[in-house]
T-cell receptor, first 116, second 114 residues
């Protein structure tokens, strides 16, 4: 399996611009997670989906952030408008439901976002 | 609610020495426990897990961890450090409020010196 795929790997944008991060989970997985990692705050869960439905978005920092999962093989995280404090590495992870397997999350390589 | 505490944000070990990373958790129900490793510029990778059964679990790259319910601990060890073990290590506990959700610790950066 190709693993979790994220694109782009690096994104540099100016403050105020819209940013869209993309994720393709492992085929067959039915949980999808979006995380943000910074030196100051560590690893933060932003939102997660089960069977394409958002389950918990309490970690989404502001209304500027939105996430969608239109089908089982694709999800996006959008920031509009972006701000310098959004600079971070954003990870997507997926897992397969069914007892303890649901907690075995497989991470993508991340998207390093820099907002200038 | 569950929480995870990792003692020490940075650990330095000599090559060939014991690696010991400490993790304590709090949970209102029997937890599932995990250790993940993150190499530079990469995503997190599952190292090992405890769900049920044997309390000593073995993972990849010679690591193992022991679940001690009485101490609410899940410490990670490796008998002999290798230079390639330099990475950040995260302990995680299963959520009690939402199925599938993990609560991660703050991470421990491991430096291996020759």
């Amino acid at each position: 399996d190709a693993g979790v795929i994220q694109s782009p790997r690096h994104e540099v944008t100016e403050m105020g611009q819209e940013v869209t991060l993309r994720c393709k989970p492992i085929s067959g997985h039915d949980y999808l997670f979006w995380y943000r990692q910074t030196m100051m705050r560590g690893l933060e869960l932003l939102i997660y989906f089960n069977n394409n439905v958002p389950i918990d978005d309490s970690g989404m920092p502001e209304d500027r952030f939105s996430a969608k999962m239109p089908n089982a093989s694709f999800s996006t995280l959008k920031i509009q408008p972006s701000e310098p404090r959004d600079s971070a590495v954003y990870f997507c992870a997926s897992s397969l439901a069914g007892t303890a397997k649901a907690y075995e999350q497989y991470f993508g390589p991340g998207t390093r976002l820099t907002v200038t | 609610a569950q929480s995870v505490t990792q003692l020490g944000s940075h650990v330095s070990v000599s090559e060939g020495a014991l690696v010991l990373l400490r993790c304590n958790y709090s949970s209102s129900v029997p937890p599932y426990l995990f250790w993940y490793v993150q190499y530079p510029n990469q995503g997190l990778q599952l190292l090992l897990k405890y769900t049920t059964g044997a309390t000593l679990v073995k993972g990849i790259n010679g690591f193992e961890a022991e679940f001690k319910k009485s101490e609410t601990s899940f410490h990670l060890t490796k008998p002999s450090a290798h230079m390639s073990d330099a990475a950040e290590y995260f302990c995680a506990v299963s959520g009690t409020d939402s199925w599938g959700k993990l609560q991660f610790g703050a991470g421990t950066q491991v430096v291996v010196t020759p």
